[in-house]
């Protein structure tokens, strides 16, 4: 399980104090009734989510140094109308259904990532900066949402997938191009919460299978870009790590990071379950 996409930025440390510039969500097709039978077809520009995830850091000198990530991302919704507005016809997540005197029935499904991913930080002023040097990632899709994904405290190991991992499917693969972000917890909210943003680019390609999900484009975007907040933690050592992330496709380069921030503005509220957390 390689092949990074949302391997995105240490998740966990990464922050962008940008101007608001004209930021392109382009629009893309999904098909869920490759997944459910009472799923939707539907067109949307953003996936909003969460992630958890373990870092480790080595310091090299009394400011710098390098690091390693684990993280594992669940989508929460799909988004439309340039990242502003959930779409209303989506079975993603949605919970079973119950006729009585007739029965239960599946409905919802999952689609979550993993990554590992590594780079080097730098402390500077209290702001802690750091940049992704590599990263790979994988995307799957839980039609029965009865995975469970565990992670002992190893940023050199993907997350664990148990429970019933066996009508899972990868749909994507990636490898990273770049991720930057900062941390600044003089800008952390009430609890620790929303102290820096990151940004990551990462090459994207579906499988047959993914193709079958993500519908149009054809071919698909070829480039995936994630942004998000992150929550406080300590620059050393091994840490837990939580807060939120959108995905948006088909950039053609990277983007600075005053347009990165951007991206991550959606994130404020998280309506899934991401932002609702801090880091442990």
């Not at 991913?117 to 039609?143: H, K, N, R």
């Not at 992670?151 to 009508?167: E, F, I, K, M, P």
């Not at 693969?173 to 930057?180: A, D, L, Q, W």
Request: with cysteine; net charge negative; glycine share 14%.
């Amino acid at each position: 399980m390689k092949k990074n996409l949302v391997y995105l930025a240490v998740a966990s440390a990464i922050a962008f104090n940008a101007p608001a510039h004209a930021v392109v969500f382009n629009d893309f097709t999904v098909d869920e009734t490759s997944v459910e039978d009472y799923g939707y077809i539907f067109t949307a520009d953003k996936i909003t989510g969460n992630y958890d995830e373990w870092a480790s850091f080595t310091a090299l000198t009394a400011n710098s140094g390098t690091f390693t990530t684990s993280i594992k991302w669940n989508a929460g919704q799909f988004v439309t109308n340039d990242g502003s507005t959930p779409v209303g016809n989506s079975v993603l997540n949605s919970p079973d259904v119950t006729i009585p005197n007739v029965g239960t029935y599946e409905v919802g499904y999952g689609l979550y990532g993993l990554l590992l991913g590594g780079g080097t930080y730098a402390t500077s002023g209290g702001i802690t900066t750091f940049t992704f040097t590599w990263g790979d990632l994988e995307v799957y899709i839980d039609p029965d949402r009865d995975t469970t994904l565990t992670n002992a405290g190893d940023s050199t190991v993907y997350y664990t997938r148990g429970g019933n991992v066996l009508d899972d499917y990868l749909v994507a693969t990636g490898s990273s191009m770049s991720g930057v972000g900062k941390l600044d917890p003089t800008t952390c909210g009430a609890g620790g919460i929303n102290c820096g943003s990151f940004g990551t680019s990462t090459l994207f390609a579906l499988t047959d299978a993914g193709k079958e999900f993500f519908t149009a484009p054809n071919p698909f975007y070829n480039l995936q870009f994630d942004s998000g907040q992150l929550n406080n933690f300590d620059v050393g050592g091994t840490q837990h790590i939580n807060g939120s992330m959108d995905v948006v496709f088909g950039r053609t380069q990277v983007p600075e990071p005053s347009t990165l921030a951007l991206l991550g503005l959606g994130l404020t509220g998280l309506g899934f379950a991401a932002r609702r957390r801090k880091s442990a």
